[in-house]
């Protein structure tokens, strides 16, 4: 399946192998994410209302970029491959609700030269009990353009906050892209 942004709430659908495409227009729906192309800076390197975020030490090199093959917008957020544990950037949404709650996570990810290891989004929904965490990552390294990833997934239990994670995890070496970064609840 893909998907085209044509605007915040535009989205069309073409099944595989078929030349049927869908367009519905999710004009009840809001993105939850702040500065969702990473277009609006914010202090040091981090953009705008994401907080940089690292298991085992600092994340130099990791930023908000501006330039021309951003695949939305001029920004992107940029993640230097250089630890052996995690290193990203997190938003929290401000976002609560029940369990039941369907969500539509979509992201672009590109990649130069990244060794193989878990490069993605991870959603954490806080509940009373143990938190809900959702992986949604590429299975592809090395390098490559602009891809879509999507998840769909369903809260299992009430959640007083949703926040993401973007992410890369044991790669040592090479660049990940992150932009076009959409959050939309059923």
């Not at 990649?111 to 193989?116: N, R």
């Not at 938190?131 to 353009?145: K, M, R, S």
């Not at 809260?155 to 890369?168: E, G, K, P």
Request: charge should be negative; charged fraction near 20%; hydrophobic fraction near 40%.
């Amino acid at each position: 399946t893909s998907w085209d942004h044509g605007g915040d709430r535009n989205q069309s659908v073409t099944l595989p192998e078929t030349d049927v495409t869908y367009t519905a227009n999710f004009a009840a729906l809001s993105n939850y994410v702040d500065n969702f192309s990473f277009e609006v800076a914010g202090s040091g390197s981090a953009p705008d209302r994401w907080a940089p975020a690292s298991q085992g030490g600092p994340i130099d090199g990791d930023r908000r970029v501006c330039a021309p093959d951003a695949a939305n917008g001029s920004c992107f957020l940029l993640i230097d491959n250089d630890a052996t544990t995690a290193e990203g950037f997190f938003q929290n949404t401000g976002l609560s609700g029940q369990a039941g709650d369907v969500f539509f996570l979509t992201f672009k990810i590109g990649m130069f030269d990244a060794d193989s290891g878990q490069a993605g989004a991870w959603v954490q929904l806080f509940t009373d009990g143990p938190d809900q965490w959702v992986e949604c990552h590429t299975d592809t390294f090395g390098t490559a353009n602009w891809q879509e990833v999507t998840c769909v997934f369903t809260a299992d239990a009430d959640y007083t906050q949703v926040r993401l994670h973007f992410a890369t995890v044991n790669i040592d070496g090479g660049l990940t892209a992150f932009d076009d970064v959409f959050l939309l609840r059923d």
